[in-house]
């Protein structure tokens, strides 16, 4: 799981919960260019990115896991208003502040999304 999170308690909390789902954390990264390095390196199943690094929107970011085909959703204290009329407006929002069982759940959601992506792929 890719973690794109600038705020150091935040993702220091969804790690831990993370992890505990056993999942294995890639980053977390703090900038859009970090992000998208990795995105370019890492094997990344799904991910979880808050929607402003230091008051910038991470679209560039979205675009590159749509692109890829990897499921992720935002996690904001932000609303959806901020991704209306962008190709990411259907995206799954974790508001801010969360809850660890809706944090969870979505992620359980996205594996799953995640694994139903790679079963759809034909084999080569």
């Known amino acids: ?44 199943d799904v991910a979880l990115v808050d929607l402003a690094l230091n008051g910038e929107l991470c679209l560039p970011v979205a675009d590159v896991l749509v692109d890829k085909g990897i499921p992720f959703a935002f996690v904001t204290g932000f609303g959806s208003e901020m991704l209306r009329g962008t190709r990411h407006a259907d995206v799954p929002i974790l508001s801010k502040p969360f809850s660890l069982p809706a944090l969870a759940k979505l992620v359980r959601q996205l594996a799953a999304d995640a694994a139903a992506t790679v079963g759809e792929q034909p084999a080569s």
């Open 1 to 44: 799981m890719l973690l794109v999170e600038d705020e150091a308690f935040i993702s220091l909390l969804i790690q831990e919960a993370v992890t505990n789902l056993g999942c294995d954390i890639v980053g977390p990264t703090t900038t859009i260019a970090a992000s998208i390095a990795l995105l370019d390196v890492e094997q990344i």
